[in-house]
């Protein structure tokens, strides 16, 4: 089973400021997902990675598969960007079954 | 508006009680699964279904069972609620698992009394 360390835990930030949220895991992958969950529950699928890095408006999510590691960056923070970020490896063979983080509580002040 | 239409939102059962969660998608997707999520934990899946007809056993399938008749509908069933159900669960469609674009129900809050 893959085990999936997120960290931090909770991150306050001003707004403004550049966000790193880090997700390591244990077994070897074939990607890795990044989702935000809002406040309200609802959950939106981010990114999907496999190599390098990938880029959509203010999010950059990075991946190195050989150190079993990926690291989403928010720039300029904004308010609502306040959410949960969860990290989801992806298993690799036959079966591309997800192990999700327990996820990143970011809250961003104006 | 295309997505995943999950209902109820919230829901309090008595101990003992049955009841079906209802998903629905219409992006003609071909993979459909099941999560709950609990406090301090990632989420977790329950039952996955690849393709009309085809159901399988996720990580916690205890307490639940799903059938899936149309491409579109993927219902979860409790079938004694117990008090450990008390969760939150999430369905979630893709064009098939793992893939890059996963797309995410509301989420409904139960609580079993």
């Known amino acids: 089973k893959n085990e999936v360390e997120q960290s931090p835990q909770n991150l306050t930030a001003q707004e403004g400021e550049f966000i790193t949220i880090n997700c390591s895991y244990s077994?070897?992958?074939?990607?890795l997902h990044w989702l935000q969950q809002h406040p309200g529950g609802g959950i939106v699928s981010l990114f999907m990675?496999?190599?390098g890095k990938k880029k959509h408006g203010r999010l950059i999510a990075t991946i190195n598969i050989q150190e079993k590691h990926s690291s989403l960056h928010i720039t300029a923070s904004h308010p609502r960007d306040s959410a949960v970020y969860i990290c989801a490896p992806r298993s690799g063979g036959s079966n591309y079954k997800l192990t999700f983080g327990k996820g990143t509580l970011l809250t961003v002040n104006p | 508006n295309a997505g995943v239409t999950q209902t109820p939102k919230f829901q309090v059962l008595k101990t003992g009680q049955s009841m079906t969660l209802q998903c629905a998608q219409d992006m003609n997707h071909e993979y459909m699964s099941w999560y709950r999520q609990d406090p301090g934990m990632g989420l977790r899946l329950i039952h996955y279904?690849?393709?009309?007809?085809?159901?399988d056993q996720g990580e916690v399938p205890n307490g639940y069972n799903v059938s899936r008749s149309t491409t579109e509908d993927f219902p979860l069933r409790l079938l004694s609620a117990a008090p450990s159900q008390t969760s939150v669960y999430f369905c979630?469609?893709?064009?098939?698992?793992?893939?890059?674009?996963?797309?995410f129900g509301q989420g409904t809050r139960l609580t079993v009394v």
């Open positions: 077994v070897g992958i074939s990607a």
């Open positions: 990675l496999s190599s």
């Open positions: 279904s690849v393709g009309a007809g085809i159901t």
């Open positions: 979630a469609s893709s064009y098939f698992e793992g893939a890059g674009s996963a797309f």
